[in-house]
């Protein structure tokens, strides 16, 4: 009988997920969240990307703001879908486009667009660009350690 799932554990490095994840939580990613399923906004997924300036490869956990087929545009600060202004109650800070001018991306079928919720310290899409979504190692349901934290996340 296959398994239906199957989770990897990882650890959160860095401040660009905080509130949601900080540095040194250890949590589980169920990699195969998305074999049977489409990756849905709001969820919290761990990510191979490419280093800006580096031949080398790195994984990172960050949010799926953006669907396939959407565009996305960041100005005055806030998150645009399709022309509307996105509602983000995770979201620290306000969100810039690099360099503080105005951004748009219109994502085509397979990708999505990721963003850190600690929007000022966060490489994420706005730098990286979107994201294939085969490069989507899966998605984040659970912190283990500390004890304090565990819990399903999502």
């Not at 100005?75 to 486009?97: K, N, W």
């Amino acid at each position: 009988m296959p398994r239906l799932f199957t989770s990897t554990s990882y650890v959160v490095r860095g401040k660009s997920m905080q509130p949601a994840l900080v540095d040194g939580q250890r949590i589980l990613v169920d990699t195969r969240a998305y074999n049977q399923s489409t990756p849905r906004r709001g969820d919290l997924v761990y990510f191979r990307h490419h280093v800006p300036g580096a031949q080398a490869t790195s994984t990172s956990v960050k949010r799926i703001i953006g669907l396939p087929g959407e565009h996305v545009q960041l100005a005055e600060g806030r998150v645009l879908i399709d022309g509307s202004p996105f509602r983000e109650p995770y979201a620290q800070g306000a969100t810039h486009a690099p360099y503080g001018q105005a951004a748009q991306w219109l994502l085509d079928a397979g990708q999505v667009f990721l963003l850190g919720d600690n929007r000022a310290d966060s490489l994420d899409s706005r730098r990286l660009g979107p994201v294939q979504t085969n490069d989507l190692v899966g998605r984040v349901w659970f912190r283990y350690l500390p004890l304090s934290c565990w819990g399903k996340i999502g």
